[in-house]
């Protein structure tokens, strides 16, 4: 395990709470949190940073999302378990973060726009950049992980209920 090495958070505080009010932005968009759960998980897969994963992960599920759909997002085009709207959500989100390796295709960004409005697609592209800055953050500095705490109460949702989405939407 790596040391940490520097506490961001303390050390600029004033930079910490400009990341800290693009958050609370965020959580007064129309997007569902849910997805964007899934979408800071994956951008957070990419970048390999724990700390971050670790925390999407128990914020996921403390929300009721399905350790079926956590275990699978990170193979999410060969999975039923994500809607439309959550794969148009997962493949912008991977071509954001991977900004440098092709850009934003055409094909990406027609798929999202099937699925998000304008305002909706700013809002998700917001929330890759908090979490892509976030997890630039925990990785340079060595946030450690597996010490951070859902603030929320656990949902009483079905863990089952999110198994198969396209089939429900089908059914």
């Keep these: 395990m790596m040391e940490p090495r520097i506490?961001?958070?303390?050390?600029?505080?004033?930079?910490?709470?400009?990341?800290?009010?693009?958050?609370?932005?965020l959580r007064k968009t129309s997007l569902e949190p849910d997805l964007v759960e899934?979408?800071?998980?994956?951008?957070?897969?990419?970048?390999?940073?724990?700390y971050?994963?670790?925390?999407?992960?128990?914020?996921?599920?403390?929300r009721g999302e399905s350790e079926q759909r956590l275990y699978g997002v990170t193979a999410w085009?060969?999975?039923?378990?994500?809607?439309?709207?959550e794969r148009a959500a997962l493949a912008w989100a991977e071509s954001v973060t991977k900004i440098s390796d092709n850009q934003v295709p055409?094909?990406?960004?027609?798929?999202?726009r099937e699925h998000?409005?304008?305002?909706?697609?700013?809002?998700?592209?917001?929330?890759?950049i908090?979490?892509?800055?976030?997890?630039?953050?925990?990785?340079?500095?060595?946030?450690?992980?597996?010490?951070?705490?859902?603030?929320?109460?656990?949902s009483k949702k079905n863990s089952l209920s999110k198994t198969s989405v396209d089939e429900k939407d089908n059914a």
């Design 38 to 50: 899934l979408v800071k998980l994956r951008s957070s897969q990419i970048n390999g940073c724990a």
């Design 116 to 128: 998000f409005t304008e305002k909706e697609l700013v809002d998700l592209t917001m929330a890759v």
């Design 106 to 112: 055409d094909e990406i960004y027609n798929f999202a």
């Design 77 to 85: 085009r060969e999975t039923p378990f994500y809607s439309s709207r």
């Design 130 to 154: 908090a979490i892509n800055a976030w997890n630039r953050l925990a990785i340079s500095f060595h946030t450690p992980p597996g010490s951070y705490e859902p603030d929320h109460p656990v």
């Design 7 to 25: 506490n961001y958070t303390k050390t600029a505080p004033e930079a910490y709470q400009v990341l800290i009010k693009l958050e609370s932005y």
């Design 52 to 62: 971050c994963i670790d925390m999407h992960t128990k914020d996921a599920r403390s």
